[in-house]
């Protein structure tokens, strides 16, 4: 399969993974491995890298030098708390420049707040963060953080968690067709059918958690998305058929068919 690029980095997989909900680091650890993942993201407000030096430390299992670790805001719901969260996962990760930011809207739906989302991100490209942005499904709004300067570009599917798959493939069509940067459906993934959707309409990639840590077989599900991710690029690369509305067409060549008795 050809590779992702990000901000000038070159990734053999598409398939970006969470760290949240699992039963401990050893199961996050064997779910991310059954992924092939090279990208994790990681809760900084929710998960220990370092920060609480007394409690089990994520970075044990999941260690930088083999992954590249993505820290997101998950859980902000101003700019200044998403901005001071990335900061100090900067700190925490020796420098490190590549974050995922959401600022959200209500803790109900957890839809992104898209004015705060662009006044964090304008400031977060200017401080020399590469940004990696979860979105609504807004195609106008895709086309500003893009132009802000965010490296890629993560509209949500649906949900955040719930697992209901990707409700409006026509706008995320449209983010696709207009963006020069990379374009990974991030929220609403819930099995490996979803995926490949996905990436068999365009995207550059899947980012998900909660479809592989709820699932019962957490694992086994890595396993899954893997090689759904891996089907809906190779597909997608392929060129499917056109659709033909109300028209049959055999699959066996028709010359020097015997004719048929009946009369159509």
Same mark, same amino acid.
Request: proline letters at 5%; hydrophobic letters at 40%; a negative charge.
């Given at each position: ?5 990000i901000?000038?980095?070159t990734?053999a997989s ?19 491995e ?8 990681v809760a ?9 030096a007394?409690?089990?430390n ?20 101003t700019?200044d ?5 990335l ?20 803790p109900?739906? *957890?839809?992104?707040?898209? !004015?705060? @989302?662009?006044k964090? #991100?304008?400031i977060?490209?200017?401080? &020399?963060f =590469? ?5 609504s ?5 895709a086309?500003?953080l893009?132009?802000?300067?965010c490296?890629a570009i993560m509209?949500?599917a649906?949900l955040i968690?719930s697992?209901?798959?990707?409700l409006n493939?026509?706008?995320l ?10 374009? *990974?459906?991030d929220?609403? !993934?819930g @099995?490996?059918?979803? #995926?490949?959707?996905a990436l068999?309409? &365009?995207? =550059?990639?899947?980012?998900m ?6 699932a019962k077989?957490?694992?086994l ?14 597909a ?10 109300y028209?049959?067409?055999?699959s ?8 048929s008795?009946?009369?159509?």
């Open positions: 399969m050809d590779n992702l690029i901000a000038g980095k990734y598409r398939l970006l993974v969470g760290t949240g909900k699992y039963q401990d680091f050893s199961q996050t650890r064997a779910a991310i059954a992924s092939g993942a090279d990208i994790v993201t900084i407000r929710r998960t220990n890298i370092g920060q609480n007394d409690e089990p994520l970075l044990d299992s999941v260690p930088p030098s083999q992954y590249t670790l993505l820290p997101n805001t998950a859980g902000c719901y700019v708390d998403a901005v001071r969260t900061r100090l996962a900067r700190e925490l990760l020796d420098g490190h420049s590549l974050v995922k930011l959401e600022v959200l809207g209500d109900r739906t *957890l839809f992104p707040n898209m !004015v705060e @989302t662009l964090a #991100a304008e977060l490209v200017k401080e &020399g =590469d940004v990696m942005v979860y979105t499904d807004d195609p106008i709004a086309k500003q893009e132009e802000i300067g490296v509209p949500l649906s968690g697992g209901m798959g990707i493939p026509w706008n069509q449209i983010i696709i067709d207009n963006a020069k940067v990379p374009v *990974l459906v929220a609403g !993934v @099995t490996a059918s979803d #995926a490949t959707i068999e309409l &365009g995207c =550059d990639g899947v980012l958690n909660t479809a592989i840590a709820a077989n957490p694992v599900m890595a396993s899954a998305m893997r090689k759904a991710v891996e089907a809906g690029r190779e997608y690369l392929a060129g499917r058929m056109a659709k033909k509305m028209t049959a067409s055999p066996s060549p028709v010359e020097g068919v015997i004719a008795t009946k009369t159509v």
